[in-house]
């Protein structure tokens, strides 16, 4: 089956079966790597991607579901001649970033979160991260970054 959709503002005609994780395209088809294959199961949000501006775990979620849909990875974010997103920012400036496997997810699943409500209280963070597993940071610096970048200006971009 063919497929079309938006990845990061560029449309893309995929010829793929149906139930053929999102991730799997993204990675192995379009070359987007940023999104990585965790658990594979949908629980650790190392996979998790935007998809008409809602977080999904790429890993589980179809293909054939993104069809006329605008996805988004961390790859479209900060564009290589412009300057990080208010979220990548703060991570940084906060120590929320160690290893890297967890951090395009929890890098989205902010975006999400801080596109929906520019200013969430310290436990909606903490609700929206719930499906992000982070083994190196202990969450409190992911924490102190997202409630960081609701304060640039109220625009979390």
């Known amino acids: 089956m063919s497929y079309s959709f938006s990845v990061n503002g560029q449309?893309?005609?995929?010829?793929?079966?149906?139930?053929?994780?999102?991730?799997?395209?993204?990675r192995d088809d379009l070359g987007l790597l940023g999104a990585?294959?965790?658990?594979?199961?949908?629980?650790?949000g190392a996979c998790t991607?935007?998809?008409?501006?809602?977080?999904?775990?790429?890993?589980?979620?179809?293909?054939?579901?993104?069809?006329g849909s605008d996805v988004?990875?961390?790859e479209g974010l900060a564009r290589h001649d412009s300057e990080l997103t208010a979220v990548q920012d703060a991570l940084l400036t906060h120590g929320g970033v160690q290893c890297g496997a967890c951090i395009p997810g929890v890098v989205m699943t902010l975006t999400a979160l801080l596109d929906q409500d520019a200013r969430p209280e310290d436990s909606e963070v903490r609700s929206a991260l719930a499906g992000n597993i982070c083994r190196c940071t202990?969450?409190?610096?992911?924490?102190?970054a997202a409630?960081?970048?609701?304060?640039?200006?109220?625009?979390?971009?």
Request: proline share 8%.
């Open 11 to 26: 449309e893309v005609d995929i010829e793929s079966p149906g139930l053929r994780p999102l991730l799997s395209v993204l």
């Open 36 to 44: 990585k294959l965790g658990c594979g199961e949908g629980r650790c």
């Open 49 to 67: 991607v935007l998809v008409d501006d809602a977080p999904v775990a790429a890993c589980l979620y179809p293909v054939a579901n993104a069809d």
């Open 72 to 74: 988004r990875t961390v």
């Open 138 to 144: 202990g969450y409190q610096k992911i924490v102190d």
């Open 147 to 157: 409630m960081a970048a609701t304060e640039t200006n109220g625009d979390p971009r």
